[in-house]
């Protein structure tokens, strides 16, 4: 039977594969932890209920694999400008993405009282 493989090491593996030219063996547990804040971000955005049981969050998770790559690749190329909203040096700015629109197309879950 193969392996299934989970949604955090998928999302591992695609952004391994994304950034392979920039990373180093070492770099591994560094990118593991941005994939983890990653999907983190995205369970607090959705706002899910006690309700949910972790197989409907990893099934709804997966209609955000692209937002999660990109949040880690965003959190990978903003390394050592963490804080920062923009950034000028010898006639070269920089401007950056706001963390929050990172995650503008996730809608909440609503609740029903």
Do not use: C
């Not at 392996?3 to 990118?31: C, F, Q, Y």
């Amino acid at each position: 039977m193969a392996e299934t493989k989970t949604l955090n090491d998928r999302i591992l593996e695609d952004a391994k594969t994304l950034l392979k030219d920039d990373i180093t063996s070492d770099d591994e547990t560094k990118l593991n932890l941005f994939v983890k804040l990653s999907i983190g971000n995205v369970k607090k955005y959705r706002n899910y209920p006690s309700e949910y049981s972790e197989t409907m969050i990893l099934d709804d998770l997966e209609n955000y694999y692209g937002t999660i790559i990109y949040a880690v690749l965003n959190a990978w190329n903003r390394q050592g400008t963490e804080g920062e909203k923009s950034h000028s040096e010898n006639n070269v700015s920089v401007s950056f993405i706001n963390e929050s629109e990172l995650y503008a197309n996730i809608i909440p879950i609503a609740r029903f009282i």
